[in-house]
């Protein structure tokens, strides 16, 4: 066990968590539908991790965001959370506040900026990534740090694809909104990174994480989340009502009914209208008690987005329609104290609280009710099956049974005995099951089990620290069809690097380092500074060309090539390629692209044999299988952490697959004019220039747009 009492220092986590509207005064939990049960949850945990002994720190990630739409608290670089843990702000991409679905251009760009943080800052010993976008940064700066990664899914895009294909939207427009490729392909690599996936019900895994390649039941442990059992508890004897009571006021005529409860976002998919409906069509519902709806916290409806607007629109339409006036209230500005408090009047009220969503993932407002001693009714698609199941607290109901979810409603208002039973044992579920505490408690042990199958951090070992090189910046370019295809080009480029005193040279290659030194003698290549061989899983420094074996050391983890080399062999349209092309963590084959499967499938095939790798292919042609912890990108990310190299102060140039690792995040990146095409999916990144010139040509081009001789300017920093 790693803790403060046998003199070591506490562990410290890192939290990733990127969308959304991340604060801790306040939260706005609802203001959009990027700000909800995961924000809530992140900090909530964070809180109580804090306060154990055997933990130093917890810092949560997010993005700064400066913008006055959302208010100046989001742009703080900093702010406490509780007791050693805090919110830590770090800017990446345009400084404006963005939908999740519009973060993916920039997540390379949080994952060098992360790296920054973490130099200055110390390792974390557990990353912890929470939804797509954060588990994609999280796993990519594990796998760079060799730290112990784990990962919370929140939602998952295969599922929420399949829900909307469901329905008649065409697919290529659900493509374009949801970003589901990209979403998904984060999901598998996160899922093929984590040690440990923190799952909240036993639906989630069985059900959701079961649709992925990365499948692992064996990694992945249901903690369910824990309830604020100081906000939600159950009212005093003397409690003060007044706030939610003037709230209700203005909506209701006779308030000292029953309350029948509802509290979500306005979005279809928790399907509110349906609760409308069968109050609307319920005489006798309608006699018994009062409907109170809290839909989001909302300032101008008109100023909601479009789907939100539609949802909150159906409910006022059928308010009026079954002319429900002076029954049914829907107050705005609900803060959480104010919802704490609706939940303790509502259970004063021997009311009951209905949650009748198509799906819900985990359902924490049903803890919220429990919590408070307020009956439930309550969707059986997702979480609330284990809650009733811990809590019995409650009904489970299909969503789309109208007379089900009355009768429901009805047995809880006319029979006192079941209600004060389902009021009890919920109080005591709660506690028991639902607690941040008993949360942390498991989640604790997971981590130090994982543990106890680590090894220390390459970059974490201090030691020697790195030397820092005398140049100022970094060019570093491939060799192959980029430094290589036009002489007079080449030979203005050498002449450039070798006149420049403060500028460093580095080569990639997918060759291997006897070959590639062949070449570059035969082109007459400045000497260079670094050279990263083998595409990605070697890296010399140097006249000498010093092996850095640290980045070397862990490279293995996970590393079968027999059984890769079983797996690939079998695949028609591959060819191995000759002995000499192959190396310790290189495995390279030629694909005929006629008969060889697309590199997704064929990803696919690898995953399905529980084989751990990153397959890149280059030119269309050329497949290499390298370790997960191996690549140009993360190699070349090895190098400026042990440094301290700004990536901005580093060019990068390249034509092809094996390129585009490195090509990605903070660094300026250069593609020749005769690029492969599988580039091309990078022109929509920020940081990417496309060169028109070929070759050398390309590079000279780049060097001149990024004035990366003289003054750096960035004109494509998308801002
Ligand atoms: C070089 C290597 C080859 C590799 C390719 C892509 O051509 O010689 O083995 O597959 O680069 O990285
Ligand atoms: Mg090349």
Known sequence: MIAKSDGKRGLRFAFISLHGLIRMREPELGRDADTGGQVKYVLELAAELGRRPEVEQVDVITRQIIDERVGPDYAQVEEPIGENSRIVRIPFGPKRYLKKEALWPYVDLFVDQAVTYFRRNGLPDVIHG??????????????????????????????????????????QSLEKKYRFRQRIEAEELSLETASLVVASTHQEIEDQYQRYDHYAPERMEVIPPGVDLDLFRPAEPNEDFTEIRAALAPFLREPEKPIIMAMARPDERKNLGMLFRVYGESPDLQRLANLVVVMGTREDLRKFPRAQREALLEALTLIDVYDLYGKVAYPKGVNPTMGGSLFRLAAESRGMFVNPALTEPFGLTLLEAAGSGLPIVATHDGGPRDIVANCRNGVLIDPHDAGAIERAILRGLTEPDQWQEWADSGLAGARKHYSWAAHVDRYLREITETFERWQTPVLAEGGRPARRPEFERLLIADLDNTLAGDDPALHDLSEMINSSSDVGFGIVTGRRLDDARRIMKDLD?????????????????????TRDESWQKQMGFQWKPDEIYAALDEIQGLYRQPEAEQSKFKISYTADPEIAPKLARLRKILREKGLRVKLVLSLGIYLDAIPQRAGTGLALRHLLYKWGFSPEHVLVAGDSGNDEEMLKGRTLGVVVGNHGPELNRLKKMPRIY??????ARGILEGIEYYGFMNAIRIPNDLA
Request: proline residues 6%.
């Open 690 to 695: 496309f060169a028109e010139g070929k070759h």
């Open 130 to 171: 929470h939804y797509a976008d954060a588990g994609y940064a999280g796993a990519q700066l594990a796998r760079l740090l060799h730290v112990p990664y784990v990962f919370t899914g929140h939602s998952l895009g295969r599922v929420k694809r399949e829900r909307l294909t469901h329905g008649d939207a065409d697919p």
């Open 525 to 545: 290549l400045p000497t260079p500074d670094v050279l990263l061989t083998s595409a990605g899983t070697e890296l010399y420094y140097g006249t000498k060309l």
